[in-house]
């Protein structure tokens, strides 16, 4: 047995519960809870080479954990919102509205998506975070320019689909 696995069975062994229980506060079902924690524990693996000792080792594998299961659970609400967002194209399936307004609403949900897509990469980057509730500042940090810079940005890809969708009478 290599020093790594020597190392890693006995972080492990030291951290499990706190691993655990931080898979259990951002799974919502046992089958998830496994899958993040086996998720957590390759990412630790992966990244032990590059602990520098800045911290404690448990305060690095909290981060690792916590990081992780972020992660984890914002894949599980992005295929939800994916799954959502295919209903929201039938919305007369789910409210009891007059099937043209609804027909209308499906169209422009369509034709948004459709300018969406046709955006630059970092505009359409921008837009999805914002579809996504990401505030500014994260979304600054995220794409690496300023947050006033985010805002224009904003405000302006905003307006250019409000023009778009304008001409096309939605």
């Known amino acids: 047995m290599t020093n790594k696995d020597q190392q890693f069975r006995k ?3 030291d951290n499990e519960q706190r691993i ?12 998830d809870h496994k899958d993040m924690f086996q998720e957590v524990l390759i990412n630790i693996w992966k990244s032990m080479d590059s602990f520098r000792g800045d ?4 305060t690095w594998i909290y981060r690792v954990a916590v990081n992780t299961a972020m992660g984890f659970s914002n894949k599980e609400i992005r295929r939800q919102k994916i799954f959502l967002n295919d209903k929201e194209n039938s919305l007369q399936n789910f ?38 509730g990401i505030n500014h500042k994260e979304i600054s940090d995220i794409i690496g320019i300023t947050e006033p810079n985010v805002r224009v940005k904003i405000h302006r890809i905003k307006n250019e689909l409000k023009e778009t969708l304008k001409l096309s009478n939605y």
């Open 20 to 31: 655990s229980s931080i898979c259990k506060y951002y799974s919502s079902n046992e089958e």
């Open 55 to 58: 911290a404690q080792m448990s």
């Open 95 to 132: 409210i009891d509205v007059d099937e043209n307004v609804a027909k209308e609403k499906e169209k422009l949900f369509q034709r948004l998506d459709n300018e969406i897509n046709q955006l630059s990469v970092i505009d359409k980057i921008i837009m999805t975070l914002v579809l996504e």
């Open 11 to 13: 972080v492990i062994h």
